[in-house]
């Protein structure tokens, strides 16, 4: 259950609503309008806005209501899972894909509604799993562009080529190179289908205003061999730039962008861990900016680690002594890492490097320790000096480090499915928690560490599971489920960048990361908690992004970060009490109606 009312029975309370939306002014007459999804109403223009319009004539003469158009909709979605049944789940979900993206095509305020009152349905077709099969088969799959594309050849040409996008104001953009998308590696230009996924999640969670929406791509090459061979890819046919050839390339997109929009907040996703690292370090006090990756994902798992302490019947204080083995040394793995030991360190008043002690860090060559030639800086931190082991050695497997560790967590953010096999999962049955946790990260389903069958049937029914992509709870056969949450940074970023919005700060520090990860980690009871419940339902998403876009504010005005947003400025923000800045946050949430059109030459 969400904190307040359930966020699906708060929509259809909305949609009961009799206020009328105030006007939209719009440029274009007849059917210019009927092309443009953003003020298409399809058969739902009245009578008089087709006169006003120009419309008369261009449209079926019946008109039909906003209600009516949804349950058309649902009634065609329906039909199409029937319709379907027996096929393949690939051919399913992008088959399901397909009519979503034909409606966002044409309707947004139609797409977006039944997109937020049907998330938890939807989320796993716009986002993780389906959003990277769309991602892999994108050039087959294209037919519109959405969003913007900046490539190798644009350079110089980037502060003129910002001016092409239609929207006077943009608040919230996502950015990609495309080089790891999810587990699936570089996808090149294919792998903008993960900027729109995110910026539909924040439409959906933190009522951005899909206006004020920009999925880019910057499209650098790319160095998978079967795209570039590919004769239908839509890429740069080259391999990726590097070094300060690609460095110029960001840094000229993100003045672009700036100079545009000063205030706009740039999200970057799905980069390769040495860009991720180097943008965050050099854009981080420059621009608005955050790497959700990294920090994003951090919050969500810290929140996930602290919750499992509360499962175990613990007090928070308890997370100290806590063994977390995290399989995945990336952008992922190891922002957790530094997450987590800056809790620890905090929580103990002691260093970050005594705080290290409980913590294993393995990658692909097994467990990282100082011994390791070619040790990436960014793991340094997190090696393990082999004189504080006692029966494991450098490049230790996982079974061997489970074995031996017997942790409380085993956290994975590999990108490899199976990773946590059979063996690794009945070596957990011998953990020294009560509660043993599996949080199997990685993305989208196929690449999951395990499955959430083979977590509870392997590990024993008593362990707490999360994963990255959505599992089915799972039936113990006793009458008891074995509840699978879903540990993934879809929980914190659409409130990371609607409370940095809604506080006007200019930089987005580790206390308002904090403050959000905190946020997420108090929103669930005790007793929830101790059922293995760890992380809210998707039903209540934009719950929690209000919950955690006030958390945001508070510390932004904490920190004197804030500068305000639009009429409230840095002295009303302060004066605003929780439940205010919660109910500030909430209130400017965009709820999708139709609004009377207005032409405006
Ligand atoms: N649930 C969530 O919210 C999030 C999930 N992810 C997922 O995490 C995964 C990793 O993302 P990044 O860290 O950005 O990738 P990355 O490519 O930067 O890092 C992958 C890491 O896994 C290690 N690895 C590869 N094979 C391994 C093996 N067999 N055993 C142990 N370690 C192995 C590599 O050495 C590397 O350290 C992806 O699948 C991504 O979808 C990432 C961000 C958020
Ligand atoms: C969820 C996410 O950001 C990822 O898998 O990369
Ligand atoms: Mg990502």
Redesign the pocket.
């Known amino acids: 259950m969400c904190k307040v009312v359930r966020f699906a029975a708060a929509a259809r309370l909305r949609r009961l609503s009799t206020a009328i939306p105030g006007p939209c002014k719009v440029q274009k007459r007849g059917t210019d309008i009927l092309h443009d999804p953003w003020f298409n109403k399809d058969t739902g223009f009245p009578l008089t806005e087709r006169d006003r319009l120009g419309l008369r004539g261009l449209l079926p003469p019946r008109v039909i209501s906003f209600e009516h158009q949804y349950d058309r909709f649902m009634n065609s979605y329906r039909s199409l899972e029937k319709n379907t049944r027996g096929q393949s789940d690939k051919f399913v979900s992008l088959s399901k894909w397909r009519i979503l993206n034909r409606l966002h095509d044409r309707n947004e305020i139609l797409y977006y509604r039944v997109l937020i009152d049907n998330i938890k349905e939807f989320a796993p077709i716009i986002y ?1 799993p389906t959003v990277g099969l769309v991602c892999e088969n994108y050039s087959g799959l294209f037919r519109r562009p959405r969003g913007m594309y900046f490539s190798a050849k644009d350079k110089g040409e980037m502060m003129s080529m910002i001016y092409n996008w239609p929207s006077d104001q943009v608040d919230m953009i996502v950015l990609t190179d495309g080089s ?1 998308i ?3 590696g570089d996808l090149g230009v294919q792998g903008i289908g993960i900027p729109i996924g995110k910026l539909d999640m924040y439409v959906a969670a933190a009522g951005i205003n899909p206006r004020k929406i920009l999925p880019v791509m910057l499209d650098v090459g790319t160095n998978n061999q079967k795209l570039l061979e590919d004769p239908l890819y839509l890429g740069v046919r080259q391999p990726r730039w590097e070094g300060e050839a690609y460095l110029s390339i960001v840094d000229e997109f993100m003045e672009a962008v700036h100079t545009r929009w000063p205030k706009a907040i740039v999200q970057f996703e ?1 980069f ?2 040495k860009w ?1 690292f180097e943008t965050l370090k050099r854009y981080r006090e420059r621009f608005c900016m955050f790497n ?2 990294i920090q ?2 951090a919050g ?2 810290l929140a996930g680690l602290l919750g499992t302490v509360r499962s175990q019947g613990r007090p928070l204080s308890d997370f100290l002594k806590q063994k977390i083995v995290v ?9 957790v890492l530094s997450m987590a030991v800056q809790a620890v360190s905090r929580m103990s008043g002691g260093s970050e490097t005594a705080a290290n002690s409980q913590f294993f860090l ?5 467990l990282v320790t100082t011994e390791r030639s070619n040790l990436d800086p960014a ?1 340094v931190p997190f090696a393990k000096n082999p004189r504080d082991l006692e029966g494991l050695s450098e490049g230790a497997s ?1 079974i061997e480090v489970v074995k031996k560790v017997k942790p409380h967590v085993l956290l ?5 499915g199976g ?1 946590f096999n059979a063996e690794v999962l009945k070596a957990m049955r011998e953990s020294v928690s009560t509660k043993p946790a599996i949080f199997a ?4 389903t196929m ?1 999951a560490e395990c499955t959430a069958i083979e977590a509870f049937s392997h590990a024993g029914e008593n362990i707490v599971f999360a ?3 959505p599992f089915e709870n799972v039936d113990l056969g006793n009458g008891e489920v074995g509840h699978v949450n879903q ?4 929980y914190l970023f659409p409130g990371i960048g609607l409370g940095t919005l809604l506080s006007g700060a200019r930089h987005i520090t580790d206390g308002m990361l904090r403050a959000a990860a905190e946020c997420l980690a108090s929103y669930m009871t005790d007793e929830d908690v101790q059922k293995g419940i760890l992380y809210p339902s998707i039903d209540c998403i934009r719950d929690v992004t209000a919950e955690v876009g006030a958390a945001v504010v508070h510390a932004a005005v904490a920190e004197k970060q804030a500068e305000g947003h639009g009429d409230v400025g840095f002295k009303e923000l302060a004066n605003m009490s929780k439940e205010e800045t919660v109910e500030y946050v909430r209130g400017n949430m965009w709820y999708p109606e139709y609004c009377p059109l207005v032409h405006e030459k």
């Open positions: 993780t790891r999810l587990g699936l799905d390769q861990m991720a959700d990756d994003g994902t969500v798992a399989v995945g040394a990336g952008s992922a793995g190891l922002g393995i990658d692909k060559d097994g793991a996982v994975g953010l590999s990108g490899v990773v990260m990685s993305n989208p690449n994963s990255g992509s540990a993934n940074n879809m």
